[in-house]
């Protein structure tokens, strides 16, 4: 055989493996069944193409150099797909600021698993053309087969159960929503509003999209389950609300658009399928050359926002939803992420909130947006006017109404539409500019950052009840439980909310880390990962921010008594309260309990106060 034929042959003989190892890459999303697939062949289809390429190369230079044919073609494209899977496995990120496996980042592990595969390699190429094709294939084909699941095993609901839909509007501000009285049109928000209960003060526990994600679908706040960071694994001993009504026999589906709620966080435990997957030949994301793709992109762009538009995720929702047993009650959580940053709109949300040009010298309010995130920074280039940014922002909020319009039609015309709770609530706000904070959340705990929607419908909820007492987000889980008549786990720290339940605490929690300390102190050389925290306690009318840093001064805000959230100031009157009768007395109630939040002493937080400061923490709002 000569080489041009040896070539040949053996990239035949490559494409044929790496085709196969495709397949089986495909068929391993499909037996998962995390994802929604309603056939299986396009994926099929694509993954062996990819595979064939991937395969192709490596097969035909070893078949050129060896000349014996397809067979050392297939010897090639196993050695390639080998390596190729190893070098993913050494260089996969650890999660953030968690334990990675020994092998991760290991120069030893990749010399040793390179070695492993090249002397295989060179085993298989003797021997008869049979056995060493068989052996090729069978390496090749290992790793596909070790993600085969088999889907787990569901118990018979019971009859006539109410089913429950969640969305959840990402980085989505209270007071830019029409429904809550701001010039962003929300149509659908409002309809839902008439037709349920929508809280006026609803508040979330952090800033960042996992971990109040994580306390909604357990209750806890994080200062329970312990993720204050993007990327953190949700506590596998705390149950979600879906492995909650998994185990009582419901249809479980989740459709999140961004990265951020990646399945690997944990939040897909009790979801059958849990829809993350953004790339345009739906389950492409888990074969090998997406993934090594999506590992070059990392490293080229690691400030690239993974997400997809709400429409995409609402068609696949409504796919699913169409495909149930209506007698079958079910847990259906739709995540739009459209008004995070970068803030770009379709038509014609993108010019709904401003007319000229944003670009025009004759602006300057761009000049004090400093701080703004990463992400943010190419889409502002050159934007010299801060209230386009802002009607680029709520156009998204418009649209994501839109989107979630569709779903609500979709869920009204099923048959057991009156037996179905919805829930909408956004998981953490945006600042614009307030307290100095640009485009961006997750730092701080002032009400642009915490004040979030809140509606809910169905079941025993009156129509058109508006809640003008503080509520929390941990208080979604408790409430779901007691409107379908199950218990819930005993630790939760949300309560059910009213009408529902009993009134509500007077003051919301919240936590997070304080990036100003944690970055002085890493400057310092005192750190190497975020361990300063910050606690917020929010009354009707006042903020008070604990700094568990030393040398950096908590904070209290105080605004006019009275529900249901009093606009606050942008400066400080701690230091006036100090400087007043039995005002460090107050301030030191203040710290007891919100040291709580970050495992302080509960003794402490129980010393019996006096009536003046009883007087003080009531006028503030902060005693239940």
Same mark, same amino acid.
């Given at each position: 055989?000569?080489?041009? %034929? ?40 694509? $993954? ?21 044919? $397809? ?20 260089? &996969? ?13 290991? =120069? ?45 095993? *569901? ?32 149509? &659908?928000?409002?309809?839902? $509003? ?17 971990? #109040? ?25 705390? =149950? ?39 790339? $345009? ?20 762009? =690691? ?36 008004? *995070? ?50 009607? %680029? ?26 037996? &179905? ?9 945006? #600042?614009?500019?307030? *307290? ?131 606009? !606050? =100031? ?52 902060? !005693?239940?």
């Amino acid at each position: 055989m000569n080489r041009i %034929q040896s070539v040949v042959w053996s990239a035949l003989g490559a494409a044929v493996a790496g085709a196969l190892y495709g397949v089986g890459e495909a068929g391993a999303v499909w037996a998962e069944g995390r994802l929604w697939l309603p056939s299986p062949l396009p994926l099929a289809l694509g $993954a062996a193409v990819l595979g064939a390429l991937i395969g192709l190369v490596p097969g035909a230079l070893l078949g050129g150099i060896t000349k014996r044919g $397809a067979s050392d073609g297939v010897v090639g494209a196993a050695v390639a797909l080998g390596l190729f899977e190893l070098t993913l496995l050494v260089t &996969t990120d650890a999660p953030p600021f968690g334990e990675a496996p020994w092998w991760v980042g290991s =120069p030893a592990a990749l010399l040793g698993g390179v070695g492993l595969i090249l002397g295989l390699g060179a085993l298989f190429r003797r021997g008869p053309s049979a056995v060493r094709v068989a052996l090729a294939l069978g390496l090749a084909l290992v790793n596909p087969l070790a993600r085969w699941q088999q889907a787990p095993a *569901h118990p018979a609901p019971t009859p006539g159960a109410k089913s429950v839909v969640i969305v959840t509007l990402d980085t989505t501000r209270a007071d830019h929503l029409g429904v809550y009285g701001a010039r962003t049109t929300t149509p &659908t928000l409002a309809r839902l $509003a008439a037709e349920g209960v929508l809280y006026e003060a609803a508040l979330a526990p952090i800033p960042v999209t996992g971990p #109040s994600h994580t306390s909604l679908m357990t209750g806890l706040g994080p200062w329970s389950h312990g993720v204050l960071l993007n990327g953190i694994p949700a506590p596998a001993e705390h =149950p979600t609300l879906a492995e909650r009504l998994a185990a009582e026999g419901y249809r479980t589906g989740a459709f999140v658009s961004a990265y951020v709620l990646n399945h690997s966080i944990g939040l897909s435990r009790g979801f059958t399928t849990y829809d993350d997957d953004f790339s $345009a030949l739906k389950g492409s994301e888990a074969l090998l050359g997406a993934r090594l793709l999506a590992a070059l992109s990392r490293n080229l762009n =690691p400030d690239e926002v993974l997400e997809r538009q709400g429409g995409a995720t609402v068609d696949d929702a409504v796919a699913w939803l169409s495909e149930g047993d209506p007698s079958r009650p079910y847990l259906l959580w739709v995540h739009l992420f459209d008004p *995070h940053g970068p803030y770009a709109p379709p038509a014609p949300y993108d010019t709904a909130y401003y007319e000229g040009d944003p670009r025009s010298p004759a602006h300057t309010s761009m000049a004090e947006a400093t701080g703004v995130a990463a992400y943010l920074q190419d889409s502002l280039r050159g934007v010299t006017d801060a209230a386009w940014v802002v009607a %680029q922002y709520d156009g998204e909020i418009s649209y994501a109404d839109a989107q979630l319009g569709r779903l609500l039609d979709a869920i009204d015309a099923r048959a057991d539409a009156g037996r &179905t709770v919805v829930v909408v609530a956004g998981d953490h706000g945006e #600042s614009l500019g307030e *307290h100095g904070v640009w485009f961006n959340h997750g730092d701080d705990l002032y009400d642009p950052s915490l004040h979030v929607p809140l509606i809910m419908r169905g079941a025993e909820l009156p129509a058109g009840a508006r809640v003008n007492e503080v509520v929390e987000l941990i208080d979604v889980a408790p409430t779901i439980y007691a409107l379908l008549g199950l218990s819930g786990p005993d630790d939760m720290d949300g309560r059910v909310l009213p009408p529902t339940g009993p009134a509500s605490a007077q003051s919301a929690r919240a936590i997070a880390f304080d990036r100003e300390a944690n970055l002085a102190a890493r400057k310092a050389g005192q750190l190497s990962k975020p361990t300063h925290r910050m606690v917020g306690l929010r009354s009707p009318s006042a903020l008070f921010v604990l700094r568990e840093a030393k040398g950096f001064d908590d904070e209290l805000y105080l605004g006019e008594p009275g529900p249901p959230l009093s606009p !606050l =100031p942008e400066v400080s009157a701690l230091d006036a309260l100090l400087a007043e009768p039995d005002g460090a007395a107050t301030v030191e109630a203040l710290r007891a309990r919100a040291e709580l939040l970050l495992g302080g002493d509960v003794e402490r937080s129980a010393v019996e106060l006096s009536a003046e400061e009883k007087a003080r923490l009531e006028a503030l709002g902060y !005693l239940d």
